[in-house]
């Protein structure tokens, strides 16, 4: 029997052959399930969209046609967009260490040599062979001292960069406040994170980040996935809107705060103002938060071991002020009515 050939055997049975060997078809299209040589599967067909999945799991759903290739990319791309935003926290960190300058390579004894008998018998014709012999003789003599001379610059050098960098590791650990700054803003840079550094009190760092309006950072539109029918975009309500607004806040902050802890060894907490510059009323401060090392990124960890920042702002294991209004639970502009939002707006140099 030849490869690739399938026929009906009786009703709600076909039989295939493949490559691969036997595989049997049971069921009418609409519900077929595959068995045999390659993984089980089932199969049906929804009109535009077909499913399927293996009997192991996995399932997905794609458009069967190119007509609905564009929504089903704008499914995909939303979904991929708050799953990027509600998981920034996730992220691996790495701690910063000790610096150590790499010492360079011995100097090449063969490329001293060349370099001092290219200078000795610069100007002397190949011709004149006593002469040159000499020349390169003399050379020779000199090379141990040459040699050693060079050896010891590199290794001066060598440990005046070590000295650098030992220094700057002492000025880090002590929270001097310039090289903390500096750290900090190169980590956020490197690894994207929309913070900046204010300033350095001691073992307490300040740092303020910026976030869209919800509109604008959520989109109005949710990934939905039925148990029947295709992926759809439906218009989300205002308080789901919001409510993944402040997860999404939640996830940049601890990823922030993780980084933080990461590359500023001696910083033991943090105080991070959220500041939504296209807030409707002007530039607005809706969130303030003080973290503490050992309940973000213990010894040992690699990311963040705190996930909701709400939840542990009720569980006692960090500060949250964030004041939710209406119907719509839309986080609002804080007062400095409270002392401490008074002192970090004060910090922050922007009214409240």
Known sequence: MSHDV???VTKGLRLRTTRRGPRVAIGPRIARIHVGEGPAETF???????????????GHTVPDGAANRPRFDAWQDQRSHLDALLTAHHASVARARAPEVPRPEPIAISDVRRELRRRATAGIPRRRIGTWLRAVR???????AEVAR???EQDAAHEAQQAEADAWWSALLANDEPVVLEQLERAFREH?????????????????????????????????????GPPSLPIMSKPRRHDLYVQAIS?????????????????????LAVLEPGHPSGPAVIALCELERA???PDGAER?????????????????????????RSPRPLTPDDPSVDLILSILEVEG
């Open 251 to 271: 996830s940049a902050v601890l990823a922030i705060a993780a980084e933080t802890f990461a590359v500023a060894p001696s910083i033991e907490t943090i105080v």
């Open 304 to 328: 963040s071991v705190m996930d909701d920042l709400t939840l542990a702002s009720e569980e006692g294991r960090a500060r949250l002020v964030l004041e939710r209004s209406g119907p719509a």
């Open 44 to 58: 049906a067909d929804r009109g535009t969209f077909a499913r399927w999945s293996t009997l192991a799991g996995g």
């Open 138 to 144: 003399r050379a020779d003599r000199h090379l141990d």
């Open 150 to 152: 060079r050896q010891q």
């Open 192 to 228: 994207a994170l929309p913070a900046t550094p204010t300033a350095v009190e001691g073992a307490t760092v300040h740092l303020v980040t910026t976030v869209d309006t919800p509109d604008r950072l959520i989109g109005k539109r949710e990934p939905v996935v039925a148990d029947e």
């Open 295 to 297: 309940a973000v990124l």
């Open 6 to 8: 399938a026929f009906r």
